[in-house]
């Protein structure tokens, strides 16, 4: 991330509320997330990741609180308010989300349809560019999604989250059911976009390696809120006893060790 000067808050979410039946998932939550940083959001199992990505995004209506996205409120906002801003996000979720009966091309084009005005040739010259920027090989968009790999689903999903030029990308567990290549490839693909697009990008995962080769911060959920945030070092000081566990632990060692041999081997 590029850290010059103070830092704009695209996504502010304060006192956020989440509950199913008496089931309380979030409660006092609140969350800024900066312009340009590629923000690593982590927990335990079940501590309301994905509803949080969600909440944001105006999938899931919370019970209580405020999200802004770029200043405008995502609850309380009029049908067309809310319809230009989400033109200004792209949401990749765990699978891709794609639709099984449409070509990876068309896939992509979904998002399009919306833009008045848009060719129908444009339109596709505009999805095989997503579909480039994203590495896959020009004869994907043919494909339909079943006939992919996991990972070129993935990047399938990836491409039809910037269709349209988006400035903030939500990603669910972009490397989840990847081998170590590919996700290590994934993270990569995720940054070089971030940085050349100049993209914020919010990212559920579990993924230490992911933490440690890409994440410029890290908001940790426990205790139905945000309960830290920071950078990698900042984690380490942390006596929470999941954070303690999460970040001290032995995979976390390994993911530290992977990161260090990237960085000497000049592939950072
Ligand atoms: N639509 C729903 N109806 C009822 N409960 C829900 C719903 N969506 C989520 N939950 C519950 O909210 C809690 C948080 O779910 P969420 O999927 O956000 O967790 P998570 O942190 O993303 O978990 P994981 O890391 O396992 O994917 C869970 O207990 C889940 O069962």
């Not at 992509?108 to 129908?120: D, I, Q, T, W």
Request: one cysteine or more.
């Amino acid at each position: 991330m590029m850290d010059s000067g103070p830092r704009e808050t695209v996504i502010r979410v304060r006192s956020l509320k989440n509950q199913f039946g008496a089931h309380v998932v979030h409660e006092n939550l609140d969350l800024d997330v900066y312009r340009g940083e590629i923000l690593g959001v982590v927990g335990g199992s079940g501590t309301g990741k994905s509803v949080l990505l969600r909440s944001i995004t105006g999938l899931q209506k919370p019970k209580a609180g405020s999200i802004e996205v770029f200043g405008v409120n995502v609850l309380s906002e009029e049908e067309s308010a809310r319809e230009s801003l989400e033109e200004r996000w792209g949401v990749m979720f765990q699978d891709g989300a794609l639709f099984s009966s449409l070509t990876v091309r068309e896939n992509v084009e979904v998002p399009m349809r919306s833009v008045p005005g848009l060719a129908p040739a444009i339109r596709r010259d505009l999805a095989d560019l997503k579909i480039s920027m994203v590495g896959l090989p020009y004869s994907a968009g043919d494909k339909y999604p079943a006939e992919l790999s996991g990972g070129m689903r993935k990047r399938a999903g990836l491409a039809r989250a910037l269709a349209l030029d988006p400035e903030i990308v939500f990603l669910d567990e972009p490397t989840a059911g990847l081998d170590p290549i590919g996700a290590a490839a994934f993270d990569t693909l995720i940054r070089n976009l971030s940085r050349s697009l100049e993209l914020t990008v919010f990212l559920v995962t579990h993924d230490l390696d992911t933490l440690y080769a890409i994440c410029d911060r890290i908001a940790v959920l426990a205790e139905k809120k945000v309960l830290v945030t920071g950078s990698l070092e900042d984690m380490q000081k942390v006596e929470h006893p999941w954070v303690r566990e999460y970040f001290h632990g032995p995979r976390a060692r390994a993911a530290s060790e992977t990161q260090a041999s990237r960085v000497a081997t000049g592939e950072e």
